[in-house]
Each structure stands twice: as structure tokens, then as C-alpha cells.
């Protein structure tokens, strides 16, 4: 469920097709992800989550797959 | 299509901002180059300013500068900036990135620290503006600074003789007072926008540290309404005419049901709402702002109240035009829209009924409907945020228009009462009075060659710069006609401008403001060329007309007067005139040719 929703925001914020999203999709090797876009996609998360994160765990995701843990930890103390 | 979602959806606006870049809108839609020149990251306001000014009808370039390079890009001539030939360049240098350290200048620095720091600020933010204006044609928007909300030095910030806070408004005085004659510099009061957003909550700071965002996404929306405040009248999209519907808007009550006295309207009680509302349309008309009422009733009963009623801020005269009937209001504003001779794109619908907002935006999409809110006690707060009546100039002819309107229609009553066409021409005692454009007249000359769509022969569209520039090119006859009859004064509604070079004549813009079409100014102007060429050994005349969805009106203006058709290309016609040939100027009017220099 999280792991769906989470894809679902990336597709959209860095307009990319949902098939191409996997775990390993990563900041380094995404061209539409660059460090503009990794804020949007940070604020589009917390939009839909609900939830904040702080700057040290906002510069610690390099994939989808970090995004996912976080999404998941964070809902999990809410 | 105005972008749905939260206003903070930032990637919402970038899909449809890559949506407006592949399908940009139609041709004859006006265009800006818009140039953004910041000291911070500001990614995200290229592409909303971009959507916001589709859907405004105007085909937007925008370009945001390199990082860090504000200065550069300003100073240089060469830079891409001025290759780029913005139209509007918008200078947003933020406090923060002029040094203003809050371990430094504002806690250990001297007095005179702080008095260094606020003359070189604004002597460098004016040399950045000044130099756009030398090496551009553009108008620039000058961001003032943001005064900090916060001083380490707490309560006793406002005890310093010269302190951080003071030195910061010092910079934006000097800026002030240094623009306020500016034709082309608009200081844009940033600092009362950080402060209506709220400057405790204007950064996000993670996003502030991790990539020097020194606004949150949510503010740039706002801001771009601001910008859009500038862009639409240099695009000539500001709108002229304010109409508005009477029960429930004008005053509290309905006239045809709660009769005279049941009408609610007056500085004190129930009133008071509609009472303020009405001064606030008062101060918009005494800037040029034309209102109208378009109102469901019966005439004798509504106007009794605007004629009588005590408590009523306007009155008969504040209005332009008058539709109260029982007609829908689609059909009441196309007939105002042609006895205004204002396009529906220059309108602004007020209404208190949804019904009545929703038919009209469906039936006539050119027209703004605002929202008005359902508390009359909101309608205040709500005109404050209508934005679309910005001119770039307050012209003399801004102010007079609302009388022009009022002279207008008693030259229209005389015309019903006289005769024949010919008896009514000749009864204005029409005046054309031509005049070559010096400074007093460069501003109302390029609005009109901005804002003039039907009797424009070639619509060519100049800024103040170029007009200034023509005015004084000794290749180039640039003149104005003032027009005045018996009624009053229309101001100047007529322009002139023709390449001299030569032994042709050719002329590249000629146009007149709708107000005196129909009574052979045009004429009048072009006997006055006619003169000047022969005087100045010129052999022919010749013009273009260059066919728009607009000017249909000045189609037969070169035959009316004796041009002959050199040639017809799908509508676009060229004419020329043997100067030999005598040129009979209209006998209703009274010609004052400009001085000869």
C-alpha cells in the first residue's frame, strides 16, 4: 500500500512512467531527479503522508527504495 | 484552464507550465519576455509566472538567470540577459545576500558599519536597475529589500541610533524616492509582501539550507500574482470597466421588493458594508477605472435610489453606461461592450448571484467574473485583491477618462437631437490640434500604440523607450493629435509616426483611440502629413494596412482618403498618395498643424 502510494507520488512529481519506478531508482543515476526536484518529491510526501521529515533524513535518501523506509517509519510513530 | 489542486503543488504547475510551452496560444495574443534576475533560488517561479500569463492570454518567454549572477548579468551588455531582449526584467536581490550578517553588521558593526552597508546596498541595487534601463528597452521591477521581523538585539532595536533594522528600511527610502518619477523602474515593495504573507513564515528552513530557498513553494503563486500585477498592462491586458449589478452589491436589499426605504445602504448599521464598497469603487473611478450597471429591475425604481437615496456614494454621473432592464446579462454586456466601444476582454463582472456569475462566464469566457464573497462584509477585503486594473502610467487621460465618459454621453444626447451626420460633425467644432511627442507626451503615446486595437493601421506596439527614442530620430516624424470639441477636452487619441527618410514617406504607425472615431480625425491628421511632406520636398506617401482580428474599423482609411491601392496581399493592403495632388482636409474640422521647427 505504502510502497504503491510512494510511486505514485514519484511518477508524478518527476513525470516519469509508474513501470519505470523501482526501489533501485536513485537520485545519482535519474536524470529528472535532481536536488529541485528531490525537494518536491520530499514535499509532496509529507503532503500526502502527513508526516515531516528533518533535514539530515531529507539529505540521507539516495532511492526510492530510502523513501519508502522513511514513509513507512515515520507513519508507523504518527 | 486555471490550474487546479493546492497551491503548493508545485509540480502541478511545472506539468502544465510544459503544456504551455508546447501549445503557447494563438497568435494574436500579446507577448513578454520576462527576465528573472535572483540571488536565490527561485526555481518554480519560471514556470507558474509561465501558466499565470496563459491564462491571461499572453504568450510568455520566461527566463530565470544563472545562480549567483544577478550583478553579471546585469552589468555586463553582452551578457545573455540583454541578447535575450527582455521586455520586462524583474531584479529580486533578497537581504540575505547582501551581506547583512547577524554575527556582523547588525550586532558587532558601528553605526557607521551599518550606514556604509545601507549606501553601498542601494547604490549597487540602483546601478543593477539603471543599467537594465540603459542596455534594455525593457521595464524593470525592482525588488526592495525584506526588514527583518527578527534583531538579536530585541527590544532595544528600536533604541540604536542608526540599527540593522533602520539600515535596511534606510535602503529601500532611498530606493523609493530615487524611482518615483522612473518611467520605466517600478519598485516592487517586496517587504509588504513578505509581511502580508507572514515573515515568520516565509522559508522552510531545511529548504532554505539545502538549496538556498529563501521562499516556501506555497509563497510563489502569490508572488507571481504580484508579478502579473506589471505584466498585464505592459501585454496591454489590463482591463478599463467595472460593471456592476445593484441589489446585494451596490446596497443590501432588493429595490423591487424591499421598495425604497427597505434599500440598506449608508455609513451607519446594516449599510455600512455596501456604503465602503461603494467608496472604494469611487477611489478606483478617480483613477480611470469606468464603471458600469447592468441590474435586473425596473429602471424608475433603481433610480430612484441612485439618484436619492442618502445613503448612496454613487451617483448617476459615476457611471459610463447604464443597462437596467429585464434582459439576460450576456446580451446587457455585449450591448455595453459596444457602447463603451471596449472590448469584452477589458470588462470586470461584479455580481452578487451565482446563477448570474456562472451564465456569463459560460456565455462570454472574455469577461472576468470575480467571486464576489457571500458577506457583504468580505466585499472590501475582496476588491482590495482585484489586480487587473493596472495601468503603467496614471496619465492625465487616466483621471479624465471617467469624465470623458460623462462628456461622451451628452455629445451622444446632442446627437440624437441634431439632424444629419454632417449638422452633428459640425456642430462639435472639432479640434485636432497636432503636436510632435516631447517628454509630456511619450507616456500617453506608447499606451496608445499598446493599447489601440481597432482604428490602428499597422499596430505596431512601442514602449516609452522607443517612443522617445522615434521622437528624437531626425529620420522620423513622430507626432500626437489632441482632439477637442465643444464638449470637452478627449485628450490626445491620435498618433503619427512616418519614416522621413527620403523622398517616400512611409508610414509605419498611425492610429486613433476609439473615442473620435467616426468624424474624419484621421483625415484631418493625414492633410496635416500631407502638408509637412510637400513642405519638406517629399515626393510620396506611403502606408500599410496590416489586418488584425481588431481592426476592421481602419480597413478603408487610405481609400477614404484618396490613397491609391498599390497592392492587396490577403488583406494586407499597401497605399501611396502623390503629394502633388491637393489633399482637401474635412471642413468640420478645425486643424492646429504642430509647430514648425
Known amino acids: 500500500m505504502i510502497h504503491d502510494r510512494v510511486r505514485d507520488v514519484v511518477a508524478r512529481v518527476l513525470d516519469v512512467p509508474r513501470e519505470r519506478i523501482s526501489d533501485q531508482m536513485s537520485r545519482d543515476h535519474e536524470a529528472a531527479w535532481d536536488s529541485f526536484n528531490h525537494l518536491l518529491l520530499v514535499s509532496a510526501l509529507e503532503a500526502d503522508f502527513g508526516i515531516v521529515l528533518t533535514m539530515a533524513q531529507i539529505e540521507s535518501i539516495r532511492c526510492v527504495g530510502d523513501l519508502v523506509a522513511i514513509v513507512t517509519a515515520k507513519g508507523k510513530h504518527s | ?597
Open chain 2, 1 to 597: 484552464m486555471p490550474v487546479t489542486g493546492p497551491e503548493g503543488d508545485l509540480s502541478a504547475y511545472i506539468r502544465e507550465a510544459k503544456a504551455a510551452e508546447r501549445a503557447p496560444g494563438a497568435d494574436d495574443w500579446p507577448r513578454v519576455r520576462i527576465w528573472i534576475a535572483a540571488s536565490s533560488t527561485v526555481r518554480g517561479l519560471r514556470e507558474i509566472l509561465l501558466v499565470k500569463c496563459q491564462e491571461a492570454r499572453i504568450r510568455a518567454d520566461v527566463r530565470l538567470g544563472g545562480y549567483g549572477q544577478v550583478a553579471q548579468e546585469l552589468l555586463d551588455p553582452a551578457s545573455g540577459l540583454y541578447a535575450a531582449d527582455p521586455t520586462l526584467i524583474i531584479v529580486f536581490q533578497d537581504v540575505a545576500d547582501t551581506g547583512f550578517a547577524p554575527s556582523g553588521l547588525v550586532t558587532t558593526g558601528t553605526d557607521d558599519d551599518r550606514r556604509r552597508w545601507a549606501d553601498d546596498t542601494a547604490d549597487g541595487l540602483a546601478r543593477m536597475a539603471d543599467a537594465a534601463t540603459a542596455h534594455s528597452r525593457a521595464n524593470v521591477l525592482l525588488h526592495n529589500l525584506r526588514v527583518p521581523a527578527y534583531s538579536p538585539l530585541g527590544i532595544l532595536e528600536s533604541k540604536q541610533a542608526f540599527g540593522s533594522v533602520e539600515a535596511v528600511r534606510t535602503v529601500n527610502d532611498r530606493l523609493r524616492d530615487r524611482y518615483k518619477s522612473d518611467p520605466r523602474v517600478f519598485v516592487f515593495d517586496f517587504d509588504a509582501f513578505c509581511s502580508r504573507v507572514g515573515k515568520d513564515d516565509l522559508a522552510d528552513p531545511r529548504m532554505e539550507y539545502l538549496a538556498d530557498a529563501r521562499l516556501r513553494f506555497e509563497v510563489l503563486p502569490r508572488l507571481c500574482d504580484e508579478y502579473l500585477a506589471y505584466v498585464l498592462p505592459l501585454a496591454g491586458r489590463a482591463r478599463k470597466c467595472l460593471v456592476l449589478d445593484l441589489d446585494d452589491t451596490l446596497w443590501g436589499g432588493v429595490v423591487g421588493e424591499d421598495g425604497f426605504e427597505g434599500i440598506r445602504v449608508g455609513p451607519a448599521g446594516e449599510g455600512r458594508p455596501f456604503w465602503d464598497f461603494q467608496r472604494h469603487l469611487k477611489a478606483l473611478a478617480l483613477r480611470g477605472v469606468v464603471l458600469a450597471i447592468c441590474s435586473r429591475n425596473n429602471p424608475e425604481d433603481a433610480l430612484a435610489v441612485i439618484r436619492h437615496h442618502p445613503g448612496m456614494v454613487l451617483r448617476e454621473e459615476d457611471f459610463a453606461a447604464v443597462r437596467i432592464n429585464w434582459q439576460d446579462k450576456a446580451t446587457n454586456l455585449v450591448d455595453l461592450s459596444r457602447e463603451l466601444r471596449l472590448g469584452l476582454d477589458a470588462f470586470v463582472l461584479v455580481d452578487d448571484n451565482h446563477v448570474n456569475r456562472h451564465m456569463v462566464r459560460e456565455a462570454l469566457p472574455e469577461v472576468l467574473v470575480v467571486d464576489l464573497p457571500d458577506d457583504p462584509a468580505r466585499y472590501v477585503s475582496a476588491l482590495r485583491q482585484w489586480r487587473v486594473f493596472d495601468t503603467l502610467q496614471l496619465t492625465g487621460e487616466d483621471t479624465e477618462r471617467g469624465r470623458f465618459y460623462a462628456d461622451q454621453k451628452r455629445r451622444e444626447a446632442a446627437a440624437r437631437t441634431i439632424g444629419s451626420l454632417d449638422t452633428y460633425l459640425a456642430s462639435l467644432g472639432t479640434v485636432v490640434r497636432i503636436e510632435r511627442v516631447t517628454d509630456a507626451t511619450v507616456a500617453r503615446t506608447a499606451q496608445l500604440t499598446q493599447k489601440t486595437n481597432q482604428f490602428n493601421l499597422t499596430t505596431r506596439r512601442y514602449s516609452e523607450a522607443e517612443i522617445r527614442e522615434l521622437s528624437g530620430d531626425p529620420a522620423r516624424l513622430a507626432v500626437c493629435a489632441r482632439v477637442t470639441d465643444r464638449f470637452g477636452d478627449n485628450g490626445i487619441t491620435g498618433v503619427l509616426i512616418v519614416d522621413t527618410d527620403g523622398l517616400t514617406w512611409r508610414i509605419d504607425t498611425f492610429l486613433l483611440s476609439c473615442r473620435v472615431i467616426g468624424r474624419r480625425v484621421e483625415d484631418a491628421m493625414l492633410s496635416y502629413l500631407v502638408a509637412e511632406a510637400r513642405r519638406q520636398g517629399a515626393r510620396t506617401l506611403t502606408g500599410e494596412f496590416i489586418p488584425t482580428a481588431k481592426n476592421a474599423p481602419a480597413a478603408d482609411c487610405f481609400r477614404n482618403a484618396g490613397f491609391t491601392m498599390l497592392s492587396d496581399e490577403a488583406g494586407r493592403t499597401v497605399w501611396s498618395y502623390d503629394i502633388a495632388r491637393p489633399f482637401v482636409p474635412p471642413s468640420h474640422v478645425t486643424l492646429l498643424p504642430a509647430q514648425r521647427t
